[in-house]
């Protein structure tokens, strides 16, 4: 069975790599950008989908939804990078402060 027979579900299925998704939706990428945020853009791209609910029915207007959010999951990462983006909560984490005292790492202090 070739690309081209499968369904828009089983084709995304098959996709893995961001260069795989922005190929098979015909988005033209920076190969550079996307090296470097690969993880990152298909997270946001991952976050972009869920917080919309499911995607429309029909073929195309599934293809056109996908085709959407992929762009500017893309979009994302060529206007800014991954830590302004803060898409992983180890990021999001970071962003904040974070102080832990001496004493809660030592437990109780010995007599």
Do not use: C
């Not at 917080?51 to 762009?71: S, V």
């Not at 991954?82 to 790492?105: I, N, W, Y």
């Amino acid at each position: 069975m070739s690309d081209l027979d499968l369904s828009l579900e089983e084709a995304l299925e098959e996709l893995s790599s961001a260069e795989d998704f922005l190929d098979y939706f015909g988005i033209e990428y920076d190969a550079k950008t996307v090296q470097v945020n690969r993880l990152h853009i298909l997270q946001r791209y991952h976050n972009y989908i869920e917080a919309q609910g499911p995607a429309p029915e029909a073929d195309g207007d599934a293809r056109a939804f996908y085709t959407r959010w992929l762009t500017q999951a893309y979009l994302d990462f060529v206007q800014s990078d991954a830590l302004t983006e803060r898409v992983f909560v180890v990021l999001q984490k970071a962003a904040g402060t974070s102080f832990v005292p001496l004493d809660s790492l030592l437990g109780s202090k010995p007599a």
